[in-house]
């Protein structure tokens, strides 16, 4: 069974006297340890699918399995949920908190799951240091380069050990280095077993993944398989 998967899935909009159809009847299967990158042009509906996916909206038609639970019918406080339990985020502009530390940033979806303070600082402090940051837990966002900030986004995606990983232009606003540092550890996590699902315009960043989909006018243009580059070397 795979890990995650869409069926017919449909979003429209009403906008005004108008409705307006993002997404049309896309089916696509994730299975557990994919990596798979999400193309195409604006307004092709890659955000619309990334928000179904992370639970952020519902479908107006179609299922979404995620771990076997279809959540395109749960209601909104059991996909907060679903949410904080089963996907980690990871965004373009990390969208780190930041008048909180590092550690404190890694810890806010435990604090959401009710997670006791000593467990929660140790689970933090594990990623931070694993992602490279352990030179860095009390220092702020405003003092950390945009890797770093990445770094840890990418940590706090994996705090809650999730089913998926969803990450919309993660290295947009880094420069060529330090994209190409982003890109060999989110392929390392993904040799580790986590399903990435990355949206992006970049060919060079779809290049490592698995599995492309490409989307036209809200429906699946094509869906390909890649054989990832081999690692760059150090």
């Not at 290295?171 to 990355?198: F, H, M, P």
Request: charged share 25%.
């Amino acid at each position: 069974m795979p890990i995650a998967e869409i069926v017919g899935l449909t979003k429209h909009y009403q906008m005004g006297d108008a409705t307006v159809t993002a997404l049309q009847d896309v089916s696509v299967a994730f299975d557990e340890g994919d990596f798979f990158a999400i193309m195409g042009q604006s307004g092709s509906g890659k955000s619309t699918l990334l928000n179904l996916l992370g639970c952020l909206d519902r479908p107006t038609s179609g299922s979404y399995f995620l771990g076997g639970d279809d959540v395109a019918i749960l209601d909104d406080d059991a996909l907060s949920d679903i949410r904080s339990r089963k996907i980690g985020f990871i965004f373009q502009s990390f969208n780190l908190i930041p008048q909180l530390t590092v550690v404190e940033n890694i810890e806010v979806p435990l604090f959401y799951q009710g997670w006791e303070a000593r467990p929660s600082r140790e689970r933090a402090i594990e990623l931070a240091t694993k992602l490279g940051l352990g030179e860095r837990l009390e220092h702020r966002p405003p003092q950390l380069s945009g890797g770093q900030q990445q770094r840890v986004a990418i940590a706090r995606s994996l705090v809650n050990d999730p089913l998926i990983i969803l990450a919309d232009e993660p290295t947009g606003n880094l420069d060529s280095v330090t994209e190409r540092e982003i890109l060999d550890l989110l392929a390392e996590l993904n040799r580790q077993g986590k399903t990435l699902i990355v949206v992006t315009h970049a060919d060079h960043v779809a290049a490592r993944a698995h599995k492309v989909l490409r989307l036209r006018d809200g429906r699946v243009d094509s869906l390909r398989r890649n054989e990832p580059p081999p690692p760059a070397p150090a």
